[in-house]
């Protein structure tokens, strides 16, 4: 992972601007998949060590344009092609050197559906790289052999990639994303990076991919928020709590985001330092940095922490395996696309407060504020969906939210008893960088209880329109005559604040 966040930042955003092209789809956690296995810790190791030994033999590193590097891919593309993996040793010139990323494919799956997998194979030229990111790479690694001798037939076209001169950039991820035509990247239907997951003083970390936490430059691509649930999913099975990480340009997502491919990943931390409620948190060392050898000589094999690296591992593999499942089959208990009236109340409990941008069926206008698009004019399907002001108006503020909040429920709708359910919705929130994190889109299920299954905040940066959508288990309601209750707040005073939803569907899983 490079040092200079703010500099590569600077540098790396204006490097990714790309044309926009169209978002992939998004990608959707089904309620039941197939189980991942358990991936072998000492296997993970036994790379790592194959990585150190591959850095001492060539001057102590396995950096961009160093022997190191190729030795490193070579090992990787060998363990790979002994599995059957179709491999690509794809070349790149940066700092007059030659570059390589390995990629390399699972046979089989929906060609048009993606699934990538990626870490990046670099070290910087002072050390080894064993935690930065020899962790992410032999872990990576396990899980495609994994994928290999397990039997595994994912619905899903899996690719693993692994990148060259990270440390100078993401030039090796940059290249392949530059050189992959349009029409390719719309295949991918999600992007899973990891780098550094086993920090030898770890925080358990997930990218934000819903800028849930209101922190950083803004939310993932449709389809993130998917990835981060996934992945949150399994470290809440082994009672791990996981803090977000903002997608902050310092590692490979960052050229697939740019172009509108959903991510999302995990992380063990890096330079900065645990705090004392993270050390309380997580154990470790409270006041130290997650990796005191971080771009070091140090980073050798005696620099990783073996907890860190296995839940890491078997997360990767979760991801993998739940992101890239067939969907299971379904049936519809209820949907509504909003072509016709089904009953929807706005504000149904006379709470609101919105002066302006009320929630309604409608065939939306268009609106855009300084070419961002703010609303929506082509729905997800059909000419109307549920809005929050359909109007254009003169300006962009027009029909937007202000003022506080606006609620719409659905009628009741009754789910069958001893069903597994699911709840799928498509929708968006657009905000300006006029807003923060006072400003909320929400959906929640209303039974005999109340659950929140989507929650998504403002922030100070711009936030376009673009369609994205949620899948979410609601079997806990099953034998309940249930409604869903969608809000927005615009709490942020001058704040523009838009929100569409289309195409409700509760399905019994079947």
């Known amino acids: 992972m490079p040092l200079l966040r703010n500099a590569l930042r600077a540098g790396a955003v204006a490097v990714l601007a790309l044309a926009p092209v169209a978002t992939p789809p998004a990608v959707a956690a089904p309620v039941t998949v197939q189980a991942a296995p358990d991936i072998s810790l000492s296997n993970v190791k036994a790379h790592l060590t194959q990585l150190q030994s591959i850095a001492t033999a060539n001057g102590g590193n396995r950096a ?21 993996f179709t ?78 001169a990270e440390e100078l950039g993401l030039r090796g991820s940059q290249f392949y994303v530059n050189n992959l035509p349009t029409a390719d990247r719309a295949k991918i239907s999600g992007y899973l990076n990891f780098d550094m997951v086993g920090s030898p003083n770890p925080g358990y970390f997930v990218y934000d991919g819903d800028n849930s936490a209101g922190t950083g430059a803004g939310p993932g691509p449709a389809g993130s928020t998917e990835i981060e649930n996934v992945i949150r999913s399994y470290f809440t099975g082994i009672n791990v709590p996981m803090e977000d990480t ?115 069926r409608g065939d939306p206008a268009a609106t855009t504020s300084s070419g961002t698009a703010t609303q929506l004019g082509t729905t997800v399907s059909g000419t109307n969906d549920l809005v929050t002001g359909a109007s254009a108006g003169s300006t962009a503020g027009d029909f937007d939210v202000d003022g506080g909040l606006t609620s719409v429920r659905s009628p009741a709708v009754a789910l069958p ?26 959906v929640r299920v209303v039974g005999t209880t109340t659950t929140t299954v989507l929650n998504v905040t403002g922030a100070a940066s711009t936030r376009a329109a673009a369609w994205g959508s949620s899948t979410v288990d609601i079997s806990g309601f099953a034998g309940q005559s249930v409604r869903i209750l969608v809000e927005v707040t615009d709490a942020s005073g001058a704040s523009l604040v838009e929100a569409a939803v289309d195409d409700v569907r509760i399905a019994r899983i079947v």
């Open 246 to 360: 903002d997608f902050d340009g310092r590692s490979d997502y960052g050229p697939f985001i740019s172009v509108g491919i959903a991510a999302g990943g995990t992380f063990t931390g890096a330079e900065g330092t645990k705090s004392s409620a993270q050390a309380t948190k997580w154990g470790g060392t409270a006041g130290s940095a997650f990796d005191p050898c971080y771009h070091r000589a140090c980073d050798t094999t005696s620099n990783v922490n073996d907890t860190a690296l296995d839940r890491n591992a078997d997360a990767i593999a979760h991801a993998v395996w739940t992101l890239s499942a067939a969907p299971p089959a379904t049936e519809t208990v209820w949907s509504d696309s909003f072509e016709t009236a089904t009953g929807w109340t706005t504000n149904p409990s006379g709470t609101d407060t919105a002066t302006t941008g009320a929630w309604e």
């Open 417 to 442: 008893a001893g069903a597994t359910l699911q709840l799928s919705f498509s929708w968006y929130l657009a905000h300006l960088n006029n807003s923060s994190s006072a400003d909320f889109f929400r």
């Open 64 to 84: 961009h344009g160093r022997p190191g590097y190729l030795a490193s891919i070579n090992y990787v593309k060998a363990q790979l092609d002994a599995v059957g």
């Open 87 to 164: 491999t690509t040793v794809q070349q790149f010139t940066y700092n007059s050197a030659t570059g390589y990323n390995l990629i390399a494919d699972w046979p089989g799956g929906d060609p048009n559906q993606v699934l990538m997998t990626g870490a990046h194979l670099d070290s910087v030229t002072a050390g080894p790289g064993i935690n930065d990111n020899g962790t992410g790479s032999a872990a990576i690694l396990e899980v495609a052999k994994t994928v290999a001798s397990s039997g595994f037939q994912p619905a899903k076209h899996l690719r693993f990639a692994w990148w060259g």
